[in-house]
């Protein structure tokens, strides 16, 4: 039955947890969980199987699971057959699961003398087994690619372990959970993976609370520049999310991309044209304008990452890096964007932009006020000097009159 399965990839990895047991555990020594497997055809399904014997007959049997990114706990009837063999096939067309989460099951089983039991906890991460990865490893930091040969695993690894060192320089991260870093050999391969997990296309993705990381860098010339972009720049929301914890998702969008872009080992030559252009034209984006999203229209997207860069910078600059964190716990708290700036910083968000305008993009901000209040200001002093010259007129009179 299970050979006609269209993909034999095997279970990565199923250990058992040998968690607590609870009152479960009355029928444990009778009933057994053995043979216990999982199958994923990523896209397709995931099937789990096992077998299960009891010295009594099993009136009903389930299995149980949840994945780590949602944790929402899925039960499923299963038939267990004469030799106690139990599948279950997982539709993930019906019900979509993020490629690379950890799912963690286990079998329920109730008994004809009402005795209930349930098994040991395994584990098994949902892989996009479509290629064939390969590992390099340093600690807890884990790149895998199939297109390209060992030296280009070795630059990933250089490149994510530098990036690694450039994100604490910006962040208080713990630095003991696990990074998996998924290098895809194309783009669309990348946009596939994505597809199929239900989610939509994006240059690089971080799924920072699974701490794992999917790019797509093509082996050849370009591959240094890309891995010093990309690698640290996803690994710098998966750092932020750790910092902040679930919080992360209240971030103002400008703050959260502007340290991932700053956190880039190479900098993007773009974005400084990118800027100077929009200042002198008048055209530059109010950063208030970037806390909820960016720009559908490309160019004016490009624009608010190199501004969300520039004024990140100048943030770091100005007020240091616990400065920068203080601003992203608030955020994190639960604060709006003026609000954050406020308790974190102690001075408006408007007002930073200004001062961020003024002092790194050489803007007169000020004198352009003034400038643009020139008529009104005219008008005022105007309207000032009438009763005065009416004042000095009446003088003499008063004079005499005294
Ligand atoms: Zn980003």
Redesign the pocket.
């Known amino acids: 039955m299970w050979g006609n399965m269209r993909r034999f990839a095997l279970t990565i990895l199923v250990i058992a947890l040998f968690l607590g047991l609870p009152q479960w555990a009355r029928a444990q020594s009778a009933v057994q969980v053995t043979d216990v497997g999982v199958f994923d055809d990523f896209g397709q399904q995931v099937t789990f199987q096992a077998r299960i014997q009891a010295p009594i007959p099993i009136t009903n049997a389930s299995l149980v699971f949840r994945d780590n990114f949602d944790e929402i706990v899925r039960r499923f009837p299963v038939d267990v057959g004469e030799d106690g063999i139990v599948t279950y096939r997982y539709d993930i067309t019906q019900n979509v699961l993020r490629p690379f989460v950890t799912l963690t099951f286990w079998f329920e089983v109730s008994l004809q003398n009402g005795e209930t039991f349930k098994s040991d906890n395994y584990r098994v991460q949902y892989i996009d087994d479509r290629f064939t990865w390969q590992q390099q490893a340093d600690g807890t930091l884990r790149v895998h690619w199939y297109e390209g040969d060992a030296a280009f695993g070795d630059a990933l690894l250089d490149a994510a372990r530098r990036s690694l060192n450039a994100v604490n320089g910006l962040l208080p991260a713990p630095a003991d959970a696990s990074i998996d870093i998924y290098v895809y050999g194309s783009t669309s391969d990348l946009q596939s993976a994505l597809f199929l997990g239900g989610e939509d296309w994006q240059g690089g993705h971080a799924n920072p609370k699974l701490g794992v990381v999917l790019l797509a860098i093509t082996p050849g010339p370009g591959q240094s520049i890309e891995m010093e972009t990309l690698i640290p720049?996803?690994l710098a929301?998966v750092m932020l999310y750790r910092s902040v914890g679930d919080g992360y998702n209240a971030l103002p969008v400008w703050l959260n991309?502007g340290i991932?872009s700053l956190a880039e080992l190479y900098p993007n030559p773009d974005y400084e044209q990118a800027l100077m252009t929009a200042s002198r034209n008048g055209s530059l984006l109010a950063i208030a304008d970037m806390c909820d999203a960016f720009p559908l229209d490309a160019s004016r997207a490009f624009l608010a990452y190199a501004e969300s860069q520039s004024f990140v910078r100048f943030l770091r600059d100005t007020y240091g890096t616990s400065g920068l964190f203080s601003l992203a716990s608030a955020s994190a708290d639960g604060l709006n964007c003026d609000q954050g700036s406020m308790r974190a910083l102690g001075t408006s968000l408007a007002n930073l932009d200004t001062r961020w305008r003024e002092s790194v993009l050489g803007e007169n901000v000020a004198g352009v006020f003034l400038r643009n209040m020139l008529p009104y200001l005219g008008l005022l002093v105007f309207m000032l000097l009438i009763p005065m010259i009416g004042f000095f007129q009446r003088r003499p009179a008063d004079d005499r009159a005294r």
Request: net charge negative; hydrophobic share 20%; charged share 40%.
């Open positions: 720049h996803e929301h991309e991932a």
